[in-house]
T-cell receptor, first 112, second 114 residues
Protein backbone atom coordinates (compact mmCIF):
# COMPACT_ATOMS: atom_id res chain seq x y z
CA UNK A 1 0.00 0.00 0.00
CA UNK A 2 1.49 3.27 -1.14
CA UNK A 3 1.03 5.77 1.64
CA UNK A 4 2.44 8.75 -0.25
CA UNK A 5 1.42 9.10 -3.87
CA UNK A 6 3.47 11.45 -6.04
CA UNK A 7 2.72 12.80 -9.48
CA UNK A 8 3.74 13.27 -12.19
CA UNK A 9 6.47 10.67 -12.63
CA UNK A 10 8.26 12.97 -15.06
CA UNK A 11 7.96 16.63 -15.93
CA UNK A 12 9.46 18.78 -18.66
CA UNK A 13 9.38 22.55 -18.26
CA UNK A 14 10.84 25.42 -20.19
CA UNK A 15 13.30 27.75 -18.52
CA UNK A 16 11.42 30.42 -16.62
CA UNK A 17 8.30 28.33 -16.24
CA UNK A 18 6.66 26.98 -13.11
CA UNK A 19 7.22 23.37 -12.10
CA UNK A 20 4.54 21.77 -9.96
CA UNK A 21 4.82 18.38 -8.27
CA UNK A 22 1.95 16.97 -6.26
CA UNK A 23 1.77 14.51 -3.41
CA UNK A 24 -1.11 12.96 -1.50
CA UNK A 25 -0.95 11.04 1.73
CA UNK A 26 -3.27 8.74 3.63
CA UNK A 27 -2.00 8.58 7.19
CA UNK A 28 -3.39 11.50 9.20
CA UNK A 29 -0.72 10.89 11.84
CA UNK A 30 1.92 12.33 9.51
CA UNK A 31 3.14 15.65 10.89
CA UNK A 32 6.24 16.50 8.90
CA UNK A 33 6.49 16.75 5.13
CA UNK A 34 9.96 17.14 3.60
CA UNK A 35 11.00 17.34 -0.03
CA UNK A 36 14.31 15.89 -1.15
CA UNK A 37 16.21 16.86 -4.30
CA UNK A 38 18.51 14.43 -6.07
CA UNK A 39 20.94 15.37 -8.83
CA UNK A 40 22.19 12.68 -11.22
CA UNK A 41 24.87 10.55 -9.62
CA UNK A 42 24.27 11.99 -6.17
CA UNK A 43 22.27 11.06 -3.12
CA UNK A 44 19.06 12.88 -2.21
CA UNK A 45 19.36 15.97 -0.04
CA UNK A 46 16.75 17.84 1.96
CA UNK A 47 15.38 20.78 -0.04
CA UNK A 48 12.50 22.19 1.98
CA UNK A 49 10.00 20.92 4.54
CA UNK A 50 6.69 21.91 6.11
CA UNK A 51 4.62 21.05 9.14
CA UNK A 52 0.80 20.90 8.89
CA UNK A 53 0.23 23.94 11.09
CA UNK A 54 1.00 26.22 8.13
CA UNK A 55 -0.46 26.20 4.63
CA UNK A 56 2.58 27.45 2.78
CA UNK A 57 6.34 27.70 3.14
CA UNK A 58 8.59 29.54 0.77
CA UNK A 59 12.36 29.41 0.41
CA UNK A 60 13.63 31.37 -2.54
CA UNK A 61 12.04 29.99 -5.70
CA UNK A 62 10.75 26.89 -3.93
CA UNK A 63 7.35 26.85 -2.24
CA UNK A 64 5.45 24.07 -0.50
CA UNK A 65 1.67 24.38 -0.46
CA UNK A 66 -0.13 22.25 2.10
CA UNK A 67 -3.82 21.32 2.21
CA UNK A 68 -4.49 19.42 5.41
CA UNK A 69 -8.17 18.72 4.75
CA UNK A 70 -7.41 17.24 1.34
CA UNK A 71 -4.29 15.48 2.63
CA UNK A 72 -2.28 16.91 -0.22
CA UNK A 73 0.88 18.94 -0.54
CA UNK A 74 2.79 20.23 -3.52
CA UNK A 75 6.12 21.71 -4.50
CA UNK A 76 6.18 24.74 -6.75
CA UNK A 77 9.40 25.84 -8.41
CA UNK A 78 9.07 29.35 -9.75
CA UNK A 79 11.23 30.63 -12.61
CA UNK A 80 12.55 27.11 -13.20
CA UNK A 81 16.17 26.90 -14.28
CA UNK A 82 18.16 24.17 -16.06
CA UNK A 83 20.09 23.73 -12.80
CA UNK A 84 16.84 22.62 -11.17
CA UNK A 85 16.82 19.51 -13.35
CA UNK A 86 16.80 16.67 -10.83
CA UNK A 87 14.63 14.04 -9.26
CA UNK A 88 12.35 15.30 -6.50
CA UNK A 89 10.94 13.12 -3.74
CA UNK A 90 8.17 14.11 -1.42
CA UNK A 91 8.00 12.37 1.93
CA UNK A 92 5.92 12.22 5.07
CA UNK A 93 6.81 11.30 8.62
CA UNK A 94 5.07 11.15 11.95
CA UNK A 95 6.67 12.29 15.15
CA UNK A 96 7.01 8.83 16.63
CA UNK A 97 9.07 7.50 13.74
CA UNK A 98 12.52 8.30 12.43
CA UNK A 99 11.63 6.85 9.03
CA UNK A 100 9.98 8.96 6.35
CA UNK A 101 7.64 7.41 3.80
CA UNK A 102 8.79 8.50 0.36
CA UNK A 103 6.84 9.12 -2.80
CA UNK A 104 8.15 7.45 -5.93
CA UNK A 105 9.86 10.54 -7.24
CA UNK A 106 9.47 12.99 -10.10
CA UNK A 107 12.14 13.47 -12.73
CA UNK A 108 12.20 17.15 -13.66
CA UNK A 109 13.91 18.39 -16.81
CA UNK A 110 14.12 22.13 -17.39
CA UNK A 111 14.97 23.00 -20.98
CA UNK A 112 17.10 26.10 -21.60
CA UNK B 1 33.33 18.42 7.59
CA UNK B 2 31.28 15.46 8.69
CA UNK B 3 30.17 13.21 5.88
CA UNK B 4 28.79 9.84 4.86
CA UNK B 5 30.74 7.74 2.40
CA UNK B 6 29.84 4.61 0.48
CA UNK B 7 32.11 2.10 -1.17
CA UNK B 8 32.47 0.81 -3.73
CA UNK B 9 30.70 3.36 -5.92
CA UNK B 10 30.36 0.82 -8.71
CA UNK B 11 30.37 -2.96 -8.49
CA UNK B 12 29.76 -5.71 -11.03
CA UNK B 13 29.30 -9.20 -9.70
CA UNK B 14 27.90 -12.55 -10.71
CA UNK B 15 24.76 -14.29 -9.58
CA UNK B 16 25.29 -16.24 -6.38
CA UNK B 17 28.28 -14.30 -5.12
CA UNK B 18 28.34 -12.56 -1.75
CA UNK B 19 28.65 -8.79 -1.92
CA UNK B 20 29.18 -6.25 0.83
CA UNK B 21 28.54 -2.55 0.41
CA UNK B 22 30.21 -0.31 2.97
CA UNK B 23 28.75 2.79 4.60
CA UNK B 24 30.70 5.05 6.96
CA UNK B 25 29.47 8.26 8.58
CA UNK B 26 31.39 10.72 10.69
CA UNK B 27 28.42 12.61 12.18
CA UNK B 28 28.13 10.18 15.09
CA UNK B 29 24.46 9.67 14.18
CA UNK B 30 22.70 6.82 15.93
CA UNK B 31 20.24 6.23 13.07
CA UNK B 32 21.44 4.62 9.84
CA UNK B 33 19.47 3.34 6.86
CA UNK B 34 19.94 1.45 3.63
CA UNK B 35 17.70 2.17 0.62
CA UNK B 36 17.62 0.89 -2.91
CA UNK B 37 16.51 3.10 -5.78
CA UNK B 38 14.89 1.67 -8.86
CA UNK B 39 13.07 3.45 -11.68
CA UNK B 40 9.39 3.59 -10.95
CA UNK B 41 9.80 2.49 -7.36
CA UNK B 42 11.59 5.43 -5.82
CA UNK B 43 13.47 4.81 -2.58
CA UNK B 44 12.70 1.58 -0.79
CA UNK B 45 13.94 0.85 2.70
CA UNK B 46 16.01 -2.32 3.06
CA UNK B 47 17.30 -2.26 6.65
CA UNK B 48 17.82 0.28 9.37
CA UNK B 49 19.56 0.64 12.71
CA UNK B 50 18.94 2.90 15.68
CA UNK B 51 22.23 2.17 17.37
CA UNK B 52 25.05 -0.29 17.98
CA UNK B 53 23.87 -3.91 17.82
CA UNK B 54 20.38 -2.79 16.75
CA UNK B 55 19.14 -3.79 13.29
CA UNK B 56 15.64 -3.87 11.78
CA UNK B 57 14.09 -5.06 8.54
CA UNK B 58 12.60 -2.63 6.09
CA UNK B 59 10.06 -3.25 3.35
CA UNK B 60 12.45 -5.06 0.96
CA UNK B 61 14.84 -6.92 3.29
CA UNK B 62 14.76 -10.39 1.72
CA UNK B 63 18.24 -11.36 0.51
CA UNK B 64 19.98 -8.62 2.48
CA UNK B 65 21.56 -8.39 5.92
CA UNK B 66 23.24 -5.71 8.01
CA UNK B 67 25.23 -5.59 11.22
CA UNK B 68 26.09 -2.64 13.45
CA UNK B 69 29.22 -3.11 15.53
CA UNK B 70 29.97 0.59 15.98
CA UNK B 71 28.24 3.94 15.51
CA UNK B 72 30.03 4.88 12.29
CA UNK B 73 29.45 1.86 10.06
CA UNK B 74 26.50 -0.09 8.68
CA UNK B 75 27.64 -2.54 5.98
CA UNK B 76 25.01 -4.10 3.74
CA UNK B 77 25.56 -7.71 2.68
CA UNK B 78 23.92 -9.57 -0.16
CA UNK B 79 24.43 -13.19 0.82
CA UNK B 80 23.83 -14.61 -2.66
CA UNK B 81 23.42 -11.90 -5.26
CA UNK B 82 20.51 -12.15 -7.68
CA UNK B 83 19.83 -10.22 -10.88
CA UNK B 84 16.81 -8.64 -9.18
CA UNK B 85 19.24 -6.95 -6.81
CA UNK B 86 20.78 -4.89 -9.60
CA UNK B 87 20.10 -1.40 -8.33
CA UNK B 88 21.56 1.78 -6.89
CA UNK B 89 21.98 1.53 -3.14
CA UNK B 90 21.98 4.52 -0.81
CA UNK B 91 23.05 4.69 2.77
CA UNK B 92 21.68 7.45 4.99
CA UNK B 93 21.98 8.60 8.57
CA UNK B 94 20.03 10.89 10.86
CA UNK B 95 20.32 12.38 14.31
CA UNK B 96 17.43 11.21 16.50
CA UNK B 97 17.77 14.37 18.58
CA UNK B 98 16.97 16.68 15.65
CA UNK B 99 13.22 17.44 15.44
CA UNK B 100 13.28 17.43 11.64
CA UNK B 101 14.77 13.95 11.40
CA UNK B 102 16.60 15.02 8.26
CA UNK B 103 18.25 12.16 6.41
CA UNK B 104 21.81 12.65 5.15
CA UNK B 105 22.50 10.42 2.16
CA UNK B 106 25.69 9.05 0.71
CA UNK B 107 26.37 9.29 -3.01
CA UNK B 108 25.24 5.77 -3.73
CA UNK B 109 26.67 2.44 -4.83
CA UNK B 110 25.63 1.12 -8.23
CA UNK B 111 25.50 -2.67 -8.20
CA UNK B 112 25.12 -4.81 -11.31
CA UNK B 113 24.48 -8.52 -10.90
CA UNK B 114 25.12 -10.52 -14.09
Amino acid sequence: QQQVKQSPQSLIVQKGGISIINCAYENTAFDYFPWYQQFPGKGPALLIAIRPDVSEKKEGRFTISFNKSAKQFSLHIMDSQPGDSATYFCAARWGGSYIPTFGRGTSLIVHP
Amino acid sequence: DAEITQSPRHKITETGRQVTLACHQTWNHNNMFWYRQDLGHGLRLIHYSYGVHDTNKGEVSDGYSVSRSNTEDLPLTLESAASSQTSVYFCASSDPNRPTGELFFGEGSRLTVL
